[in-house]
Structures are given as structure tokens and as C-alpha cells.
């Protein structure tokens, strides 16, 4: 009887132990064209991470100001962000474990997006002018113009006759597409989308700097620069850190984690310098000094 009962205190010890290995991982996603959006589209992703490390993992998307705010909080242990933010997340001890492919590639770029009857033809043409964006934080919806802009003699926003920040990409476009706003910041594959689902009519719009890059087939304004990255806080164990890489690196394009975010998979983090170099340009803390 002795033995039996050892025999089960180590059954329950051995589950207790097994039990505690298992951590809640908080993912979190920025949503730039809308929280329901981004569920669609990553919630599946977590799924996977789950599947491959065998941790618990808690989702959750928001808008790419709060996004960031809850990652600096200690609120998520992995944040897939945009390159903005993912080098603001590195500069606070953040570790950058892998690049986002999508369809278009391992880069996107900034779409200014001008009403056909506004008059703007160049970055510089927006002085005066009433635009919308995303939040500051932003780099496909604002930060990629900003460089844009600024390098073409444009304050942002001082020189703008109005500014006004939305939440949601679509919304930005119909605002421009009716008048209301002369010019809306929006970042790569937007337009292509929204124009497949009936949801604009190209003709009422124009692409302020139009630009053309050998392998990229998506219409922008601005340079390209490095697509999302997913992040690990500095407090995230290194052992779920690596699982977690691991896994996305292993990411095939048919799975189907990978086609609910129609994305092609992950691969090794690619240089952010680029994306540090046009922080510095304009100045965003912590790259000011």
C-alpha cells in the first residue's frame, strides 16, 4: 500500500511539474485597419505558436498606439509590429526573432493617397492641405511619409492646413475618395485591397509620388523599407523565445495559420537599419540624440 501511494505522489508531482513548464504567452498584434480585422487575420497565428511550443497563448490586437503602449507596459511577451515599433521595442531590450513575408515580399512601403481633384501632385503640394492618417506611431500610415514629406521641405504635420488622426486604414480612403480630406497616409496593399472588394473607386483618387521598385508590385509612394517583425520581451523565457522562432521560421505558406493572415511565412529577422536611419531623420525618441 506504501508503494502505491508513492507510486501516485509521484504521478501528481510529476503533473504538477508539467503543469507549472506550461506559461500564459500574451501576443499581442497591431491593428492598423481595425482590431476585428487583425483577429481574422492572426488569430490563427496564435493557434499555431501554441501547437508548437505547447504554451498557452493569449491574443489580443489594438491599434498601434495602445499596441505599442502595452508592449512597453510588460503587457505582451511577443508583439508583431511594424518596423517603427519594432525598433523602438529592440531599443528597450526587446529581441527582434523573425521578418514577416507576405505575398508582396519581405518589404512594404507608404501610400499618399490624394483626392484626383485636390491638387497634390508631390509631397510638397500637401503644405496647406487637409490630411488624415493612423497614429504617429504608425510607419506605413504616417512615419514612411513623414520622411517622404520632410525630405521635401514639408514640417509634419505644422505645415498641414488641417490634421486629423483615424483608426482604420478604409476609413482614411473613403474620407479622401468623398473630400472631406485632401490626402490620406496609408500604407502598401491597402488600395489593391479595398479596390478588389468594391470598396473604392480608384478614379476619384490619385498616388502622390507614384514610385516603381523591380519586385514589388504594390502601388507607394515612399521607399520600401522592412515589412513586420515579431518581437520577444527581454522578460520572455529565452527557451519560449527560441520555441516560438522556431516555429515561425517553420511556417510553411500553405499551412493554414499562414493562409488565414495570407502571409507566405517568416524568415531570420532582416536589417531594420534603414527603418532606424528615418527615425533619426525625424528625430523620434529614443533616436533624437
Same mark, same amino acid.
Given at each position: #500500500?506504501?508503494?502505491?501511494?508513492?507510486?501516485? *505522489? *509521484? +504521478? !501528481? %508531482?510529476? @503533473? #504538477? @511539474? *508539467?503543469?507549472?513548464? +506550461? *506559461?500564459? !504567452?500574451?501576443?499581442? !498584434? !497591431?491593428?492598423?485597419?481595425? %482590431?476585428?480585422?487583425? @483577429?481574422?487575420?492572426? @488569430? %490563427?497565428?496564435?493557434?499555431?505558436?501554441s501547437e508548437r511550443t505547447g504554451q498557452k497563448v493569449t491574443f489580443s490586437a489594438e491599434e498601434p498606439g495602445q499596441a505599442f503602449a502595452n508592449f512597453s507596459s510588460g503587457n505582451y511577451d511577443i508583439f508583431l509590429t511594424n518596423p517603427v515599433q519594432a525598433a523602438n521595442a529592440q531599443s528597450q531590450g526587446g529581441a527582434l526573432l523573425a521578418s514577416l513575408v507576405k505575398k508582396s515580399g519581405k518589404q512594404f512601403a507608404g501610400v499618399i493617397v490624394a483626392n484626383a481633384n485636390s491638387g497634390i501632385a508631390t509631397a510638397a503640394d500637401l503644405k496647406g492641405k487637409k490630411v488624415i492618417s493612423l497614429s504617429q506611431n504608425s510607419a506605413g500610415a504616417f512615419m514612411f511619409q513623414a520622411v517622404q514629406a520632410t525630405q521635401a521641405g514639408v514640417s509634419v504635420p505644422a505645415d498641414f492646413g488641417v490634421y486629423k488622426v483615424g483608426k482604420n486604414q478604409d476609413d482614411l480612403v473613403k474620407l479622401v475618395e468623398k473630400g472631406v480630406f485632401d490626402a490620406a497616409f496609408v500604407r502598401s496593399g491597402v488600395l489593391e485591397a479595398m479596390e478588389k472588394n468594391g470598396a473604392v473607386d480608384m478614379s476619384k483618387l490619385t498616388i502622390v509620388d507614384e514610385a516603381t521598385a523591380d519586385g514589388f508590385a504594390l502601388r507607394h509612394s515612399t521607399a520600401l523599407y522592412p515589412e513586420w517583425y515579431m518581437v520577444a520581451a527581454a522578460s520572455l523565457d529565452p527557451e519560449i523565445a527560441a520555441a516560438v522562432t522556431e516555429g515561425l521560421l517553420a511556417l510553411e505558406g500553405s499551412a493554414p495559420a499562414a493562409q488565414a493572415a495570407n502571409i507566405s511565412g517568416f524568415v531570420a529577422p532582416i536589417d531594420i537599419s534603414p527603418m532606424v536611419d528615418a527615425l533619426r531623420l525625424l528625430r523620434v525618441p529614443p533616436f533624437d540624440s
Amino acid at each position: #500500500m506504501w508503494n502505491g501511494f508513492k507510486r501516485l *505522489a *509521484a +504521478v !501528481v %508531482a510529476l @503533473s #504538477m @511539474s *508539467a503543469t507549472t513548464a +506550461v *506559461a500564459d !504567452v500574451t501576443f499581442g !498584434v !497591431v491593428a492598423p485597419r481595425g %482590431a476585428l480585422k487583425a @483577429s481574422e487575420q492572426w @488569430s %490563427a497565428l496564435a493557434d499555431y505558436i501554441s501547437e508548437r511550443t505547447g504554451q498557452k497563448v493569449t491574443f489580443s490586437a489594438e491599434e498601434p498606439g495602445q499596441a505599442f503602449a502595452n508592449f512597453s507596459s510588460g503587457n505582451y511577451d511577443i508583439f508583431l509590429t511594424n518596423p517603427v515599433q519594432a525598433a523602438n521595442a529592440q531599443s528597450q531590450g526587446g529581441a527582434l526573432l523573425a521578418s514577416l513575408v507576405k505575398k508582396s515580399g519581405k518589404q512594404f512601403a507608404g501610400v499618399i493617397v490624394a483626392n484626383a481633384n485636390s491638387g497634390i501632385a508631390t509631397a510638397a503640394d500637401l503644405k496647406g492641405k487637409k490630411v488624415i492618417s493612423l497614429s504617429q506611431n504608425s510607419a506605413g500610415a504616417f512615419m514612411f511619409q513623414a520622411v517622404q514629406a520632410t525630405q521635401a521641405g514639408v514640417s509634419v504635420p505644422a505645415d498641414f492646413g488641417v490634421y486629423k488622426v483615424g483608426k482604420n486604414q478604409d476609413d482614411l480612403v473613403k474620407l479622401v475618395e468623398k473630400g472631406v480630406f485632401d490626402a490620406a497616409f496609408v500604407r502598401s496593399g491597402v488600395l489593391e485591397a479595398m479596390e478588389k472588394n468594391g470598396a473604392v473607386d480608384m478614379s476619384k483618387l490619385t498616388i502622390v509620388d507614384e514610385a516603381t521598385a523591380d519586385g514589388f508590385a504594390l502601388r507607394h509612394s515612399t521607399a520600401l523599407y522592412p515589412e513586420w517583425y515579431m518581437v520577444a520581451a527581454a522578460s520572455l523565457d529565452p527557451e519560449i523565445a527560441a520555441a516560438v522562432t522556431e516555429g515561425l521560421l517553420a511556417l510553411e505558406g500553405s499551412a493554414p495559420a499562414a493562409q488565414a493572415a495570407n502571409i507566405s511565412g517568416f524568415v531570420a529577422p532582416i536589417d531594420i537599419s534603414p527603418m532606424v536611419d528615418a527615425l533619426r531623420l525625424l528625430r523620434v525618441p529614443p533616436f533624437d540624440s
